[in-house]
């Protein structure tokens, strides 16, 4: 029955299924075994093809792929446009796609074109008698609401590194999109990629944050214990308005939220609108020359120090373990 | 150009939030009601636009209860030129589509070559409206701009996106929503204030729009609200140095946490 079933959106990135997408089929693959229903996979863009078996592997039973080159670059009016008609062909009761940058383009404008109800930045997925109900903090992670969506497609939007991609294997099933592209009108005209290495903030598995007690622009200590750990580096508001680090680092209710397994906060004292931006990561360290700052209340470890001192050290100690 | 600016009513963010007795909404008591701060980066910006341009009108078009009037007199006071208030019992429960549609609604017969709104309001959290508006219009949009400019007859935007930050164009009209690091937001002059007292606010229901409430109505609902998951108490790293604070971190982050 199509309306038990659960299709989950797949991003592709370099030519492989991105983790956000692994982990957005993981939540559908749970979620349709909930409601009795199969696990579809829409896979869009380069070699979108050459995914599905490990789409396949990771819980899809049926996989709709497109390799059109009008999917890339990826332009909301294009896919929102394209997954609008294989949403309404396939009629499933729930669409799960990861919450990244590009998902935060295409969420509205699909949620317009289907007329159906959506929630973004989703921490927990279920089925609830007939809705779907989904778990997501509001109010910069002051209170988690449980919102019921109501009506089919159900559009969820998960946030990264939330959830986990599935070990059951899907039955596989391959069919190519028939449906032809619509043409953006937005276009791009340049691209810059981040320089390789970086990771971005809202999907890194480690992040490290500096605070006032920086003192200044000079965050190396910090993005040296990041580049060790593959992980990304963050800022409060304050470091932010200091001028010291970029308003793309900010971690916080007026700035990103990120879900890392690991979240150093350095010399950040833990005002209540930067912990909204970093609660649902999994593990937190605070360092922090003041034994009173309220990190320390948030945090899973805590270190009073220097953070000059204790984080380079840090490093080091890392770099060792790791031989 | 004349340029349509979304705005929404919010609570301040330094507020305190509480949740209120029915258990599916936040407590209004007390709290500071403000002009969403990304919504405010969408103000700044069209008011920029004009003044490089020499003219030009600022709509600032918002939907919501009586109180959120205040809202629309803040934007005037920044510089807008006019406002538009959707209010109407039947959008108390409204989700962001029905919002979208009141909106879409509000400025479909307006003259505008541009419309611009937050990327986010720092309540819901949604990020949803502005692109479902552009959707409803059936106009093109660029989300989470940190420049924007205008050429003849498009707009040029600067955004960040999966893998790094792109320049895209759209053709006009077109609706653009900010992200922080826009601009900086102005703050309204005693001057500003007084003219906006002055300047035009209407107020319009569903009605005035052509819309019924079921037109509106919510497909999506907040059914309870709880408190963000407590984390349990949390272990004080001991050691005399800098570098035993460290071994005995790193130890407990690999062999305890299992995180490195």
Redesign the interface.
């Known amino acids: 029955m199509a309306d038990k079933d659960v299709l989950a959106i797949v991003?592709m990135?370099g030519g492989k299924p991105?983790k956000a997408g692994l982990e957005a089929l993981g939540a559908a693959r749970e979620l349709a075994d909930a409601l009795g229903g199969g696990t579809l996979a829409a896979v869009l863009g380069e070699k979108a093809g050459g995914a599905a078996d490990e789409l396949a592997a990771h819980g899809a039973d049926l996989i709709l792929y497109s390799e059109d080159p009008g999917l890339v670059?990826?332009m909301?009016?294009a896919h929102?446009g394209l997954l609008a008609a294989v949403i309404s062909e396939a009629g499933p009761r729930a669409v799960v796609m990861g919450h990244?940058?590009?998902a935060?383009?295409?969420?509205?404008?699909l949620?317009?074109?289907l007329?159906?109800?959506?929630?973004?930045?989703c921490v927990a997925i279920s089925a609830d008698g007939g809705?779907i109900?989904a778990t997501?903090?509001?109010?910069?992670?002051?209170?988690?609401?449980?919102?019921?969506?109501?009506?089919a497609p159900?559009l969820l939007f998960l946030r990264p590194n939330v959830f986990s991609p599935s070990r059951e294997a899907g039955k596989g099933a391959v069919r190519e999109i028939s449906h032809p592209v619509p043409e953006?009108?937005?276009?791009?005209?340049?691209?810059?990629?981040?320089p390789a290495g970086k990771v971005?903030l809202t999907e890194a598995d480690v992040v490290v944050s500096g605070g006032r007690g920086m003192g200044g622009p000079d965050f190396s200590v910090l993005e040296e214990l990041a580049a060790e750990?593959s992980g990304a580096v963050g800022a409060s508001r304050s470091a932010v308005d200091e001028g010291w680090r970029?308003?793309?680092d900010?971690v916080g209710?007026?700035?990103k939220t990120v879900s890392p397994?690991?979240y150093v906060a350095c010399g950040i004292s833990g005002a209540?609108?930067h912990l909204a931006g970093m609660?649902t990561s999994?593990?937190?360290?605070?360092v922090n020359k003041d034994p009173e700052a309220p990190i320390?209340?948030?945090?899973?470890?805590?270190?009073?120090?220097?953070l000059f001192?204790?984080v380079p050290?840090?490093t080091?100690?890392?770099r060792k373990?790791k031989g | 150009m004349d340029i349509i600016v979304l705005i929404k009513q919010v609570p301040d963010t330094g507020a305190a939030v509480s949740i209120a007795a029915d258990g599916a909404s936040i407590a209004a008591e007390g709290l500071k009601w403000v002009v969403n701060p990304y919504d405010e980066y969408a103000v700044e910006e069209a008011l920029r636009i004009n003044e490089a341009a020499g003219g030009g009108t600022v709509t600032v078009v918002s939907a919501g209860e009586a109180r959120a009037a205040q809202a629309v007199r803040a934007a005037l006071a920044m510089g807008a030129d006019r406002g538009v208030l959707v209010n109407d019992p039947a959008l108390s429960g409204a989700d962001s589509l029905g919002v979208a549609k009141a909106l879409a609604k509000a400025v479909s017969g307006m003259d505008f070559g541009l419309i611009l709104a937050g990327s986010r309001a720092v309540d819901d959290e949604a990020g949803l409206v502005g692109p479902m508006v552009a959707q409803l219009l059936d106009i093109p949009h660029v989300s989470m701009a940190t420049t924007v400019s205008l050429e003849g007859d498009s707009v040029l935007v600067e955004a960040a996106t999966d893998g790094g930050t792109a320049v895209v164009r759209a053709p006009l009209p077109a609706l653009v929503t900010a992200e922080k690091g826009l601009n900086e937001p102005r703050f309204a002059s005693m001057m500003g204030i007084m003219k906006a007292k002055k300047k035009p606010l209407e107020e319009k229901d569903l009605s005035a729009l052509g819309l019924s409430a079921e037109d509106v109505a919510a497909k999506s609902a907040v059914a309870a609200m709880s408190p963000p998951p407590a984390r349990p108490p949390g272990k004080m790293i001991s050691g005399d140095t800098p570098e035993q604070l460290a071994e005995n971190l790193a130890a407990a982050l690999a062999d305890e946490a299992k995180v490195i």
């Not at chain 1, 935060?104 to 404008?109: E, F, I, N, P």
């Not at chain 1, 903090?137 to 009506?151: I, N, S, T």
Request: glycine residues 6%; hydrophobic residues 40%.
């Open positions: 991003q990135d991105a670059p990826c909301a009016e929102a990244t940058l590009r935060k383009d295409l969420a509205g404008r949620s317009a074109a007329d159906a109800p959506a929630a973004t930045d809705d109900v997501r903090p509001m109010y910069g992670g002051k209170v988690f609401a449980r919102v019921a969506l109501k009506a159900a953006p009108r937005a276009k791009v005209e340049s691209f810059e990629p981040r971005e750990l970029p308003h793309s900010q209710q007026t700035g397994t690991l209540v609108q609660s999994k593990v937190v360290v605070a320390f209340s948030k945090a899973d470890y805590g270190v009073v120090g220097d001192e204790v050290a840090l080091e100690a890392i373990r």
